[in-house]
């Protein structure tokens, strides 16, 4: 049958991966199972990744398969390899680790999708980074990681020197997105325990050199990566996103009290689309209701950072790969988001002010 010898020869290429951590490859350490090819020699195959194994891993094999002569397609499902057994035990949650060079670790989260947080998070770097500061971004929206096209970073693949991943850098900011390290296309699977691989290797793993903030753009809700985030490093302050409306607000509410329960101070509210000013005239018009943010930042005893206008150039710039804080400084939207990156540095060294001393 010729889908069994597509299979055989998918085989045979995926032997040429190999898995550091164990010295073998992926066939032989049984990592790759249920290598399925149908009638249109569509290939797809599971793929089990243990918690200490690389997750670039994936992307080799699905670049071997796709090299194999006759496959037309790959989609690779990925699942948590099995745990070795253990003695049953009680085993406290890991305590977050202090890495002095990422500088101040601030999150910056939202609710709900589609509030803009990505794109607030992408100016708010961008600016801080014109303000002089050394400045990292990681994409922690691992189900949707959209900052390699905002930066305009899309194709490039991170370079590995001695083992650590070299960041890409687009306006003075460093980046590592997991979109930089897969196709765009690929099709996967990620579960709680791969995420949380992702996050540690992206914090860890990364040569970010000496930062002064490593901003997290972190998927909306309060699921495995704000999680895996909070306890794998010291996280300083975490930036709520939200829109004007109600619902986006009740959202948004629910993700600041997720932080508070892990005890990550959030220093402030960022309303994003809060108004559109007409071009001609000025005037302001609250397209998405008004005051949302606002109500928010009162409930939780927080500022309300920067009421960001809804605006289509800045859509569009991101989708170019220029933020618009950067390419139309003077700009209503531009002059929002370099306030806001005053208003963070602010908050955040006050926060800092405000820790206790504990004396050694």
Same mark, same amino acid.
């Given at each position: 049958m010729a889908e069994r010898d597509l299979q055989a020869r998918i085989a045979a290429a995926l032997t040429g991966v190999v898995n550091p951590r164990v010295g073998t490859d992926v066939i032989s350490a049984g990592m790759v199972t249920d290598i399925a090819v149908d009638a249109e020699r569509n290939v797809r195959l599971t793929f089990a990744l243990g918690g200490d194994d690389p997750a670039s891993l994936v992307r080799e094999s699905r670049l071997a398969v796709q090299a194999v002569e006759g496959v037309a397609s790959v989609r690779i499902d990925v699942r948590p390899a099995a745990p070795a057994p253990t003695t049953p035990k009680s085993v406290a949650p890991p305590a977050p680790r202090e890495l002095p060079n990422l500088g101040?670790?601030?999150?910056? $989260? $939202?609710?709900?999708?589609?509030?803009?947080?990505? #794109? @607030? *998070? =992408?100016?708010? *770097? *961008? *600016?801080?980074?014109?303000?002089?500061?050394? @400045?990292?971004?990681?994409?922690?929206?691992?189900?949707?990681?959209?900052? &390699?096209?905002? !930066?305009?970073?899309?194709? %490039?693949? +991170?370079?590995?020197?001695?083992?650590?991943?070299? +960041?890409?850098?687009?306006?003075?900011?460093?980046?590592? $997105?997991?979109?930089?390290?897969? %196709?765009?296309? @690929?099709? =996967?699977?990620?579960?709680? &325990?791969?995420? #949380?691989?992702?996050?540690?290797? !992206?914090?860890?793993? @990364?040569e970010w050199g000496q930062l002064d903030y490593l901003l997290v753009d972190l998927p909306p809700g309060t699921g495995d990566a704000q999680l895996s985030l909070v306890q794998t490093v010291h996280v300083a302050a975490g930036i709520i996103v939200t829109t004007p409306q109600d619902v986006a607000v009740g959202d948004a509410l629910r993700g600041a009290k997720m932080f508070e329960k892990v005890g990550v101070p959030v220093i402030g509210i960022v309303e994003n689309m809060s108004y559109f000013a007409c071009p001609h005239c000025g005037e302001r018009t609250a397209i998405f209701a008004s005051g949302g943010g606002r109500r928010l930042a009162g409930e939780l005893g927080v500022p309300l950072l920067a009421e960001i206008p809804l605006e289509a150039r800045v859509q569009e710039l991101c989708e170019s790969g220029t933020p618009v804080v950067l390419a139309e400084p003077d700009s209503e939207a531009g002059t929002a988001f370099a306030r806001l990156a005053a208003e963070v540095e602010r908050q955040v060294a006050e926060q800092s002010v405000r820790l206790p001393i504990v004396a050694g």
């Open positions: 101040r670790v601030i999150a910056i $989260s $939202s609710g709900k999708g589609g509030v803009g947080k990505s #794109t @607030v *998070a =992408t100016n708010l *770097a *961008a *600016a801080l980074a014109a303000r002089g500061r050394r @400045v990292g971004l990681m994409d922690g929206d691992i189900y949707g990681p959209n900052i &390699p096209r905002m !930066f305009g970073v899309i194709g %490039e693949e +991170p370079a590995v020197v001695g083992r650590r991943i070299q +960041p890409l850098e687009a306006h003075g900011v460093r980046l590592m $997105s997991l979109g930089s390290l897969i %196709e765009r296309d @690929v099709a =996967t699977i990620w579960r709680g &325990p791969i995420i #949380t691989k992702i996050i540690q290797q !992206f914090l860890g793993d @990364v």
